[in-house]
Every structure is written in structure tokens, then in C-alpha cells.
């Protein structure tokens, strides 16, 4: 601690800048251009302070504080000064802005400076842009401090704002025709910091400042980005990041941002409904619950439970999620239970289960900043994961070694020090020879190997083979680019890996996540800071779902149901079923044979999400019972439902999600349940007990559901909701005075003192190219969509990016006589979808690259019935089609 004197007093503080040391003690001063996210430049000087020994006012934000210094914030003179400088910027202000916005930073000042009445200037039409759906520019309310450029490309890393006509004739425009036209993603960083009003929320305009103020956790994809909720007359009227959130860091991107409005659109369902002949029939609670309770008895005694399957959310909570197994096991009888994990990285928690003993991410976002080599493999992060996308991006802008293995040219490929490309599906011959690389260049960490690692000698017999060569036939990606990553990657630690779908949506997905996991253990990247193999997981809380037991074969922690069966059924006052349970696509097929018939889809769109549309539909349309519980029709209600369950929305409830890091955060309701919709848990609650079967299921609060877990879960024992408070807690946290846990496998690995390196052969996908089917096509997603689409569909994202489209290499779309916007039919082995094609410059001749957000489209009509072995998680990835134009 440093002693200084302040405005008189003797006072101690940390160090920092002077701004902060006044922060600190709650002394406030005006300081127009500074955010704590940004690194101080002293722009406006408004933040003067005199300093003993010093000729001229400083400014605190760019000052150091230093031991015995004597710092006045209030002298006359810098008062003098400080006027000026703000009279200076009111003269031009428009002064309606000042009274219409009394809580904005610039606006609190000159009302602190009685200068109120100075802002003389009016809005001038010259400096309005008015085009982008979410963010209202309005630059003649801009004082010249910097902020939105600064934030733009130091946290977003997006270079969007510019600067032109330095002096007096200082202007900031986007780097396009308008905000909407330029290379914005519209994560609102730039209007979050914007002191003025110059760049603000258009919700915000339109609907007045928020009443109040709630902390939760965004509920689209799994990075787990704290924020702030603001409302207003039961309204979301804007959201803004929070600054303490550990993943997020003061940080957003446009769907936890803006896209909000789904919760209130005109067709969110709210009240039950039963199918009759007509059609959908409004009908009560009791009533649809009986029906379901009804029908299901009547099923089970003329079938037997495993004739009922049920499909957990990984966009509800975790205390949600494990009442849906619970409900499964112990009220159905049945183990027939999963979620969309199967469809996503089901591979990555398996490989990296067998390969170390945790079906997780070993490392924590944070570790990107500690990583000097970031291996980016099959994850278009910047579009998927934005948050964790921006701290990739800065990190290698301040000199990370990026490494990208894309089959595309994705915005962190155009960064990267080394991209390897290759073709859809030959990643493990890809990551086979780095790792022949590094065991043939004596690459390898030797004291790791010794101390931690078995197979090595079997190991190293297996890759001599697999030489760069051998590789670059099969992936058509040059030899010598893959010994200079395979070199950056050993050499250059410690190495950080991430991973998406390219690397698990196939039928070599587990052998493609244990073949990570080799490179990780041969170079000795796991254990430390900055190093590991970590699944960037898809929705808000897919970890947490499998990981409360929406799983077949395991129980709540991720544990194997036989070996833990007697603990459960203690701890239930239950017996378990004794028969294996189907997972998702198992079930699917059990449904097309006649063997199941019921399915409860909690927060799953089965219908357009899953592989074969015409194969899902077949299963579904012969149950005798499909229970749709969620927001709105989504395609499966409106297709094949009988009854549908209006659930809450995660803006409506309370409970916890677990996020790709092992995070566990509180959500927690800012608006009352939208009509007549119940929160997830309390809707499964009540079905126990329409079941006959309350016993267990008598809860009042997610909390004391998230209890009882905390019972069954020895791992996640000491995660009580009182210490969730502030940013969440990793597991493992044993007990409650267990910090939690950033790094896994430190010392030994979960599943022993050893991990062993394995064998990984390669199997090629089945999709071969033919004559009659020339190209491959590869599915993913983009910015503004969010999967089944049932929520950014229903928000202004979709002025930003309508529906789905095809992108092909320009040299193949020439070559087909093609035009920009050319409607086409992609045909495959197994279906077809027509959609408009896009030149993308991202894209190799003959890989094409498309989205599934849409129903028009049903791009799953295409994809085949291939899987991977291990996990059945369908081959989205790879399908061999061609392209004919639709006249
Ligand atoms: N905006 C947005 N964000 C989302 C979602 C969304 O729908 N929209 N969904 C969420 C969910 S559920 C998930 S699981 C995550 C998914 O996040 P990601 O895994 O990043 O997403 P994808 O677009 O499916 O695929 C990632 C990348 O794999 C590449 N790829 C395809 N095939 C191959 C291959 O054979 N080899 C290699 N090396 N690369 C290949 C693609 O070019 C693509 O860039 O995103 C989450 N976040
Ligand atoms: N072709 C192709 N298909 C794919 C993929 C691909 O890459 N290519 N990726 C696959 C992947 S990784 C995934 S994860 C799946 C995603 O597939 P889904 O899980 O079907 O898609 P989501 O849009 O995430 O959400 C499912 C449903 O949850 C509802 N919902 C949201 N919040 C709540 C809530 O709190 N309670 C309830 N009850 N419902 C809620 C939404 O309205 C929506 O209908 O798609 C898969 N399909
Ligand atoms: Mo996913």
C-alpha cells in the first residue's frame, strides 16, 4: 500500500493510477474518456488533479500514484480548468440531450458545473445514422473522447470506429457506408461506454431507462457472460455486460446483447395446449398434465417404461435438467434420457473422459491470456462464442502464436500465424502427423512423458508413419505448413488448445478429440496455466445438462449408473431401472421401429435440429405421445406435438447454468413468468405429482433443488448458492471452503497418476465425393442465428442476417454459371434443400459451407444417418452433395 495525502487526509491505497486510488476511496471527479476495460490516455483531461511539486494540473487517469504523493482534485484551479474544458464541449452540445438523459456521465458533469444551461448546439441531421437496427448514432452528442474506437479494437478487436479529420474538424465514423453497411458485429461495446448518448441503444430510446437492474447469466451459448438485465414496466429495456463477470469481463456480443425481445414476441405460447383434430385447443394446467399422466400410465402397462423417452434442455438449468432425469428414472422407470449434448460434443466429454478421466474442459477462459501458442481446431470461435472469440483475437493481435485448423478461412484463420486446411473429415490424419512431428523432431516434453505418461514406446511405433506427407495427401494441406505448427505448438508453450464442432461432428469424433488430447499429452500442455485441450460447448448450459444426468448411462456428476447405482437409489429412496437406456438416436430409432412410444422434448427442436429430417419425422409422427415443452412451436409442436408445456424463459426464473469451464453461475429472474408459463422445474414438479409420484419432487425453490444435488454430486458439494454469488464457482469444489477449480489434472490425472497416449487410426467418412455428388457440403452456424433459430428469429437479428444461405467458392459457382443469390437445390444421398447461394471467399473449390437456423430451409433433410461410434453423435459435418439451380 502506498500513503499519500488526498484533499488534505492522510490516506493508504493500492497502487494504480491516481483515478483509481480516488475510485477506491469513493472520490469521484469527472473522467470522461475513461473505462476500466481501456488502457488510459488522457484524452479529456477532465480528470485533472493538482500534485505537490508538480508545475501543471496532471491527469489522474494517466498519473501513477507514488508513495508521499499530495494530491488536490478539488483546487480552485483545476475547478477553473476543468469549467472550461467542459464549457468548451457544451457549446456545441444540443442541450435537449442533457435534459432528456440526465444519468449520462457528460451529462451529470455539466449539471455538476451548473454549466447545464451552456449546452447551446441542437442535433444536427449531418451526424445521424439511423440504419443499424440496435445501436442509434447520433455524433452530434460526441465529445471526441475515444471510448467507442478504443473499446471497439482493444476488447472487441473489430476496428470498426475511425477517426478522420484530426483537429478541429475531428469526426468518428464506421468504416462503412453506415454502422449497418460496416464491418460492426454489433456487440454494444462502443454504446456501453459511450458517456454521452451519442451511440445509444435504440430499445433504450424507445422504451425509457430502466426501473431496475438484475445480474444473470446470458442463456445462448456456453461461454457463460454475466450481465445486467435492465426493465421497465415488465420489459427488457437493455442489457449490459458486467464488468465482475469472469468469462466475459465487461464484454458481449449482439445475442446476449440485444437479442432479448423473443421473451416478449406476439407468439410465445403461454398457456398449455392440447392437440385435437382441429387443431391446438387452449386447455389448463391440470388438465394438460393429466392428459400426459394418463397417456403415459396407459402406455407403460400395456408396454412397459422403456417405452417412454425423455430429452433434457441444455437452454434450461441445471437444477431443471436434473429433475428431468430424475422424473426419467425414478417416476417413468426409464434411462432412456439424454439432451442435445449427443449431437454436439458428446465426443469431446468422451475422449476426454477415457483419455484423462474428465469429460471437460481441462483449462479456463482465462488461460487464453496465458497461453503463448493458441490452437484454434474446428471452432469458428469469433462467430460461436464471440466473448472468447475477442480474447482470442486479442491476444494473438498482442503476439500469441495462432494456430487455426479450419476447412474454411474463418476470421481467427485471417489471424493466425499458421492456418492448416483441411479437407472436411481428415483431421485425424492432420493431427496424426503433428504429432509425428513432434515425436520425430524430439519435439516431445521428456520429464512429462517419464513422470505422467504410459503407451509412449507403442505410441511412437504407431506415428512413425504417419509422416507429414502421407498427411498432406489425404488432407491436401502442405507438409511443411504442418511441421511449422507442429513445432509452434511444441516449442512455443505453453499451448493452449481450443476446439469446436469440426473437430467432433463426425464418425472419427471421439478418435479426433483423443488424438487432441496425444498432441496435449506429448508436449506436456496439460496441468498449467495456458495449456490444455478445452471444447468451447455449445448452448448455455450443455455442460451442465449431460453433467445433472441427461444421459443414458450416467447419474448426476457425470457418474456411470451401474457403478453408482446403490448410492443413487439411497439417496432417492428409489430403485433405479435396471435396463440401459437408449440416447437420442437410439431413441429415434426405437421410435421409427414402433418401440418407443412417447417422447417428452423439454426445450429441444428434435424436428429440425437432428440429422435425417425425414428419418425424425418417421420416428415421430408413430408416437402415441409427444410432449413439446417450451417458448414457442417450434417445429417439432407444430409438426407432431399433442401436448405443449409453456415454460419460462430463462429472463422469468432462477437456478444455475454451467458453463464450457466448469462454471457454475446464478440466473436469476428479472421479469415475472410471461402468463400463464411456469418455470422448468415447477412444471416438472407438478408432473411428478400428476404422475402419482410426489415423493421427491416436493420442492419450492431451485435452491433447495440445487441442494439436493449438491447431496448427490461429492465433486460440486461445495457450490452452495450463497457462494455463487459473485461470478460462479468451477468444479471440482469438494467443500465450501474449496476455492474451486481453474486447472484440471495438476497433479496426476482424474482417472489415475498416469494417462496413456493411444492409437488413433483413421476411418474415412462414408460421405464419399462422386461424379454424381461432387461436393462437400459442411453445416455450422453463423453470428446472429442461434441454432433451432426459435429465439434470434424472433428479434431484430434477423435484419442483420435473414435465414439460411449457401456459401461456394467463387471460382465454383463461376464455373456453374452461378449468380450471386441464385436460388439452388443441394441434393445428397439422402435429401434435399433449396436455398439462395453466396459467394464466399472463405471457401475452397468443392466445400460448400451452410447454416440450419431455418425450418424454409430444413438443411437436415440432406444430412445423412452417419455417426460416430463411440457416442452416435451425427456426421453434420461432412455430406457429399451437388448443386443444380431451381429455374
Ligand atoms: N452465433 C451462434 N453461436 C452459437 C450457436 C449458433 O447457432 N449461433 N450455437 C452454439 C452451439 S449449440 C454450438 S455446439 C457452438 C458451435 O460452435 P463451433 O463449433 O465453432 O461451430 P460450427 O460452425 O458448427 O463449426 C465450427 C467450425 O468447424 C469447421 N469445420 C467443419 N468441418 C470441419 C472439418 O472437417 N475439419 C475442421 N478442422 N474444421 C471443420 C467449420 O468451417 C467451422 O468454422 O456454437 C454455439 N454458439
Ligand atoms: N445440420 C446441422 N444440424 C445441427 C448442428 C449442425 O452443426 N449442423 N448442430 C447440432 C447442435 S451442436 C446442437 S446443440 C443442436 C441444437 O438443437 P436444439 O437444442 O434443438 O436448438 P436450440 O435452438 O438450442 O434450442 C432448443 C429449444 O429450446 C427452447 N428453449 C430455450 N430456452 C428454454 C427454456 O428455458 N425452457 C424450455 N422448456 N425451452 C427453452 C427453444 O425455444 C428451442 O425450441 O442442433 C444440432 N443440429
Ligand atoms: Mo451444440
Given at each position: 500500500m502506498l500513503r499519500v495525502i488526498i484533499d488534505g487526509q492522510a490516506r493508504e491505497c493500492a497502487p494504480g493510477t491516481v483515478l483509481e486510488a480516488l475510485e477506491s476511496l469513493g472520490i469521484s471527479i469527472p473522467a470522461l474518456c475513461d473505462d476500466t476495460r481501456l488502457t488510459p490516455v488522457g484524452a479529456c483531461r477532465t480528470c485533472i488533479v493538482e500534485v505537490e511539486g508538480c508545475e501543471r494540473p496532471v491527469a489522474a487517469c494517466t498519473t501513477p500514484l507514488a508513495e508521499g504523493m499530495m494530491v488536490r482534485t478539488r483546487s480552485p484551479q483545476v475547478e477553473a480548468r476543468r469549467r472550461v474544458l467542459l464549457r468548451l464541449l457544451a457549446s456545441e452540445y444540443p442541450a435537449e440531450a442533457v435534459a432528456r438523459h440526465p444519468d449520462k456521465p457528460f451529462h451529470r458533469a455539466l449539471r455538476e458545473y451548473g454549466?447545464?444551461?451552456?449546452?447551446?448546439g441542437t442535433h444536427r441531421p449531418e451526424s445521424l445514422d439511423d440504419s443499424h437496427p440496435y445501436i442509434h448514432v447520433d455524433?452530434?452528442?460526441?465529445?471526441?473522447?475515444y471510448r467507442c474506437v478504443r473499446i471497439c479494437d482493444d476488447?472487441?478487436?473489430?476496428?470498426?470506429w475511425r477517426v478522420w479529420d484530426r483537429g478541429a474538424a475531428t469526426r468518428i465514423l464506421p468504416d462503412g457506408p453506415s454502422l449497418r453497411e460496416s464491418s460492426c458485429v454489433s456487440c454494444g461495446a462502443c454504446v456501453d461506454s459511450c458517456p454521452t448518448g451519442a451511440l445509444e441503444d435504440r430499445t433504450l430510446l424507445d422504451r425509457g431507462s430502466p426501473e431496475a437492474w438484475t445480474r444473470t447469466t446470458c442463456s445462448y451459448c456456453g461461454v457463460g457472460c454475466e450481465m445486467d438485465v435492465g426493465t421497465r414496466e415488465g420489459r427488457i429495456v437493455t442489457v449490459r455486460p458486467s464488468r465482475e463477470g469472469p468469462s466475459n469481463r465487461g464484454h458481449l456480443c449482439s445475442k446476449g446483447r440485444y437479442a432479448f425481445d423473443f421473451v416478449t414476441a406476439p407468439d410465445r405460447v403461454t398457456v398449455p395446449l392440447l392437440r385435437e383434430a382441429g387443431g391446438w385447443r387452449r386447455a389448463s394446467w391440470d388438465e394438460a398434465l393429466g392428459f400426459i399422466a394418463e397417456r403415459l400410465r396407459r402406455l407403460r402397462d400395456a408396454h412397459g417404461p422403456d417405452t417412454v423417452g425423455m430429452l433434457g434442455s441444455a437452454r434450461a438449468t441445471n437444477e431443471e435438467n436434473y429433475l428431468a432425469q430424475k422424473l426419467a428414472r425414478v417416476v417413468l422407470g426409464t434411462n432412456n434420457v439424454d439432451c442435445c449434448a449427443r449431437v454436439c460434443h458428446a465426443p469431446s466429454a468422451a475422449g476426454l473422459k477415457r483419455m484423462l478421466g474428465t469429460g471437460a474442459s481441462t483449462n479456463s477462459f482465462e488461460d487464453v491470456e496465458h497461453a503463448r501458442t493458441l490452437l484454434v481446431a474446428g471452432s469458428n470461435a469469433t462467430e460461436c462464442h464471440p466473448v472468447v472469440g475477442a480474447r482470442i483475437k486479442q491476444a494473438a493481435l498482442r503476439g500469441a502464436k495462432l494456430i487455426v485448423i479450419d476447412s474454411r478461412r474463418t476470421e481467427l484463420a485471417r489471424h493466425a500465424d499458421v492456418h492448416l486446411r483441411p479437407r472436411p473429415g481428415t483431421d485425424v490424419p492432420l493431427l496424426n502427423a503433428l504429432a509425428q512431428v513432434i515425436v520425430a523432431e524430439g519435439l516431445c516434453a521428456p520429464d512429462f512423458l517419464r513422470e505422467r505418461v504410459d503407451a509412449v514406446e507403442d505410441f511412437q511405433a504407431f506415428i512413425r508413419d504417419w509422416t507429414p506427407e502421407r498427411a498432406a495427401r489425404l488432407c491436401e494441406v502442405d507438409a511443411e505448413e504442418l511441421r511449422k505448427a507442429a513445432r509452434l505448438y511444441a516449442t512455443h508453450g505453453p499451448s493452449m488448445m481450443v476446439h469446436g464442432l469440426g473437430m467432433t461432428e463426425h464418425v472419427q469424433g471421439t478418435e479426433t478429440v483423443m488424438a487432441l488430447v496425444n498432441l496435449a499429452l506429448l508436449t506436456g500442455n496439460?496441468?498449467?496455466?495456458?495449456m490444455g485441450v478445452n471444447p468451447l460447448r455449445g448452448q448455455n448450459n450443455v455442460q451442465g445438462a449431460a453433467h445433472m444426468g441427461?444421459?443414458?448411462?450416467?447419474?448426476?456428476?457425470?457418474?456411470p449408473l451401474e457403478e453408482h447405482r446403490t448410492r443413487f437409489e439411497a439417496a432417492w429412496g428409489a430403485p433405479l431401472p435396471s435396463t440401459p437406456g437408449l440416447d437420442l438416436m437410439q431413441m429415434m430409432e426405437a421410435a421409427r421401429g414402433g418401440r418407443l412410444k412417447a417422447l417428452w422434448a423439454f426445450g429441444y427442436d428434435v424436428l429440425l435440429t437432428n440429422p435425417g429430417a425425414h428419418t425424425t419425422r418417421q420416428a415421430l409422427e408413430r408416437l402415441e405421445l409427444l410432449v413439446v415443452q417450451d417458448l414457442f412451436l417450434n417445429e417439432t409442436a407444430k409438426a407432431l406435438g399433442h401436448v405443449f408445456l409453456p415454460a419460462c424463459t430463462s429472463f422469468e426464473k432462477d437456478g444455475t447454468f454451467m458453463n464450457g469451464e466448469r462454471r457454475v453461475q446464478r440466473v436469476r429472474a428479472s421479469l415475472p413468468p410471461a402468463g400463464e408459463s411456469l418455470p422448468d422445474w415447477e412444471i416438472l414438479c407438478r408432473a411428478a405429482r400428476a404422475l402419482g409420484h410426489p415423493e421427491g419432487f416436493a420442492f419450492t425453490s431451485p435452491e433447495g433443488i440445487w441442494d439436493e444435488v449438491r447431496r448427490v454430486w461429492p465433486m460440486g458439494a461445495g457450490l452452495a448458492y450463497a457462494r455463487l454469488e459473485h461470478g460462479g464457482l468451477q468444479w471440482p469444489c469438494p467443500d465450501e471452503a474449496h476455492p474451486g477449480t481453474r486447472v484440471l489434472h495438476t497433479h496426476g490425472f482424474a482417472l489415475g497418476p498416469r494417462a496413456a497416449l493411444r492409437r488413433i487410426g483413421y476411418t474415412p467418412s462414408p460421405e464419399a465425393r462422386s461424379e454424381d455428388y461432387p461436393f462437400v457440403l459442411m453445416t455450422g452456424r453463423r453470428l446472429y442465428a442461434f441454432n433451432a433459430g426459435t429465439m434470434t428469429s424472433r428479434t431484430p437479428n434477423v435484419r442483420l442476417q435473414p435465414g439460411d444461405w449457401l456459401d461456394m467458392a467463387p471460382a465454383d459457382a463461376q464455373r456453374l454459371g452461378l449468380e450471386d443469390g441464385a436460388r439452388v437445390r443441394v441434393r445428397s444421398r439422402h435429401g434435399q434443400a433449396v436455398l439462395p447461394m453466396h459467394r464466399a471467399e472463405g471457401l475452397r473449390p468443392g466445400e460448400l459451407f451452410t447454416t440450419f437456423h431455418t425450418a424454409e430451409t430444413l438443411i437436415n433433410a440432406v444430412i445423412g444417418p452417419h455417426q460416430d461410434p463411440y457416442t452416435h453423435t451425427p456426421d453434420y459435418k461432412v455430406t457429399a452433395v451437388r448443386v443444380e439451380r431451381v429455374e
Amino acid at each position: 500500500m502506498l500513503r499519500v495525502i488526498i484533499d488534505g487526509q492522510a490516506r493508504e491505497c493500492a497502487p494504480g493510477t491516481v483515478l483509481e486510488a480516488l475510485e477506491s476511496l469513493g472520490i469521484s471527479i469527472p473522467a470522461l474518456c475513461d473505462d476500466t476495460r481501456l488502457t488510459p490516455v488522457g484524452a479529456c483531461r477532465t480528470c485533472i488533479v493538482e500534485v505537490e511539486g508538480c508545475e501543471r494540473p496532471v491527469a489522474a487517469c494517466t498519473t501513477p500514484l507514488a508513495e508521499g504523493m499530495m494530491v488536490r482534485t478539488r483546487s480552485p484551479q483545476v475547478e477553473a480548468r476543468r469549467r472550461v474544458l467542459l464549457r468548451l464541449l457544451a457549446s456545441e452540445y444540443p442541450a435537449e440531450a442533457v435534459a432528456r438523459h440526465p444519468d449520462k456521465p457528460f451529462h451529470r458533469a455539466l449539471r455538476e458545473y451548473g454549466l447545464a444551461d451552456e449546452a447551446l448546439g441542437t442535433h444536427r441531421p449531418e451526424s445521424l445514422d439511423d440504419s443499424h437496427p440496435y445501436i442509434h448514432v447520433d455524433m452530434s452528442q460526441c465529445i471526441h473522447c475515444y471510448r467507442c474506437v478504443r473499446i471497439c479494437d482493444d476488447v472487441q478487436g473489430q476496428f470498426v470506429w475511425r477517426v478522420w479529420d484530426r483537429g478541429a474538424a475531428t469526426r468518428i465514423l464506421p468504416d462503412g457506408p453506415s454502422l449497418r453497411e460496416s464491418s460492426c458485429v454489433s456487440c454494444g461495446a462502443c454504446v456501453d461506454s459511450c458517456p454521452t448518448g451519442a451511440l445509444e441503444d435504440r430499445t433504450l430510446l424507445d422504451r425509457g431507462s430502466p426501473e431496475a437492474w438484475t445480474r444473470t447469466t446470458c442463456s445462448y451459448c456456453g461461454v457463460g457472460c454475466e450481465m445486467d438485465v435492465g426493465t421497465r414496466e415488465g420489459r427488457i429495456v437493455t442489457v449490459r455486460p458486467s464488468r465482475e463477470g469472469p468469462s466475459n469481463r465487461g464484454h458481449l456480443c449482439s445475442k446476449g446483447r440485444y437479442a432479448f425481445d423473443f421473451v416478449t414476441a406476439p407468439d410465445r405460447v403461454t398457456v398449455p395446449l392440447l392437440r385435437e383434430a382441429g387443431g391446438w385447443r387452449r386447455a389448463s394446467w391440470d388438465e394438460a398434465l393429466g392428459f400426459i399422466a394418463e397417456r403415459l400410465r396407459r402406455l407403460r402397462d400395456a408396454h412397459g417404461p422403456d417405452t417412454v423417452g425423455m430429452l433434457g434442455s441444455a437452454r434450461a438449468t441445471n437444477e431443471e435438467n436434473y429433475l428431468a432425469q430424475k422424473l426419467a428414472r425414478v417416476v417413468l422407470g426409464t434411462n432412456n434420457v439424454d439432451c442435445c449434448a449427443r449431437v454436439c460434443h458428446a465426443p469431446s466429454a468422451a475422449g476426454l473422459k477415457r483419455m484423462l478421466g474428465t469429460g471437460a474442459s481441462t483449462n479456463s477462459f482465462e488461460d487464453v491470456e496465458h497461453a503463448r501458442t493458441l490452437l484454434v481446431a474446428g471452432s469458428n470461435a469469433t462467430e460461436c462464442h464471440p466473448v472468447v472469440g475477442a480474447r482470442i483475437k486479442q491476444a494473438a493481435l498482442r503476439g500469441a502464436k495462432l494456430i487455426v485448423i479450419d476447412s474454411r478461412r474463418t476470421e481467427l484463420a485471417r489471424h493466425a500465424d499458421v492456418h492448416l486446411r483441411p479437407r472436411p473429415g481428415t483431421d485425424v490424419p492432420l493431427l496424426n502427423a503433428l504429432a509425428q512431428v513432434i515425436v520425430a523432431e524430439g519435439l516431445c516434453a521428456p520429464d512429462f512423458l517419464r513422470e505422467r505418461v504410459d503407451a509412449v514406446e507403442d505410441f511412437q511405433a504407431f506415428i512413425r508413419d504417419w509422416t507429414p506427407e502421407r498427411a498432406a495427401r489425404l488432407c491436401e494441406v502442405d507438409a511443411e505448413e504442418l511441421r511449422k505448427a507442429a513445432r509452434l505448438y511444441a516449442t512455443h508453450g505453453p499451448s493452449m488448445m481450443v476446439h469446436g464442432l469440426g473437430m467432433t461432428e463426425h464418425v472419427q469424433g471421439t478418435e479426433t478429440v483423443m488424438a487432441l488430447v496425444n498432441l496435449a499429452l506429448l508436449t506436456g500442455n496439460l496441468g498449467g496455466p495456458g495449456m490444455g485441450v478445452n471444447p468451447l460447448r455449445g448452448q448455455n448450459n450443455v455442460q451442465g445438462a449431460a453433467h445433472m444426468g441427461c444421459e443414458p448411462g450416467q447419474l448426476t456428476g457425470y457418474v456411470p449408473l451401474e457403478e453408482h447405482r446403490t448410492r443413487f437409489e439411497a439417496a432417492w429412496g428409489a430403485p433405479l431401472p435396471s435396463t440401459p437406456g437408449l440416447d437420442l438416436m437410439q431413441m429415434m430409432e426405437a421410435a421409427r421401429g414402433g418401440r418407443l412410444k412417447a417422447l417428452w422434448a423439454f426445450g429441444y427442436d428434435v424436428l429440425l435440429t437432428n440429422p435425417g429430417a425425414h428419418t425424425t419425422r418417421q420416428a415421430l409422427e408413430r408416437l402415441e405421445l409427444l410432449v413439446v415443452q417450451d417458448l414457442f412451436l417450434n417445429e417439432t409442436a407444430k409438426a407432431l406435438g399433442h401436448v405443449f408445456l409453456p415454460a419460462c424463459t430463462s429472463f422469468e426464473k432462477d437456478g444455475t447454468f454451467m458453463n464450457g469451464e466448469r462454471r457454475v453461475q446464478r440466473v436469476r429472474a428479472s421479469l415475472p413468468p410471461a402468463g400463464e408459463s411456469l418455470p422448468d422445474w415447477e412444471i416438472l414438479c407438478r408432473a411428478a405429482r400428476a404422475l402419482g409420484h410426489p415423493e421427491g419432487f416436493a420442492f419450492t425453490s431451485p435452491e433447495g433443488i440445487w441442494d439436493e444435488v449438491r447431496r448427490v454430486w461429492p465433486m460440486g458439494a461445495g457450490l452452495a448458492y450463497a457462494r455463487l454469488e459473485h461470478g460462479g464457482l468451477q468444479w471440482p469444489c469438494p467443500d465450501e471452503a474449496h476455492p474451486g477449480t481453474r486447472v484440471l489434472h495438476t497433479h496426476g490425472f482424474a482417472l489415475g497418476p498416469r494417462a496413456a497416449l493411444r492409437r488413433i487410426g483413421y476411418t474415412p467418412s462414408p460421405e464419399a465425393r462422386s461424379e454424381d455428388y461432387p461436393f462437400v457440403l459442411m453445416t455450422g452456424r453463423r453470428l446472429y442465428a442461434f441454432n433451432a433459430g426459435t429465439m434470434t428469429s424472433r428479434t431484430p437479428n434477423v435484419r442483420l442476417q435473414p435465414g439460411d444461405w449457401l456459401d461456394m467458392a467463387p471460382a465454383d459457382a463461376q464455373r456453374l454459371g452461378l449468380e450471386d443469390g441464385a436460388r439452388v437445390r443441394v441434393r445428397s444421398r439422402h435429401g434435399q434443400a433449396v436455398l439462395p447461394m453466396h459467394r464466399a471467399e472463405g471457401l475452397r473449390p468443392g466445400e460448400l459451407f451452410t447454416t440450419f437456423h431455418t425450418a424454409e430451409t430444413l438443411i437436415n433433410a440432406v444430412i445423412g444417418p452417419h455417426q460416430d461410434p463411440y457416442t452416435h453423435t451425427p456426421d453434420y459435418k461432412v455430406t457429399a452433395v451437388r448443386v443444380e439451380r431451381v429455374e
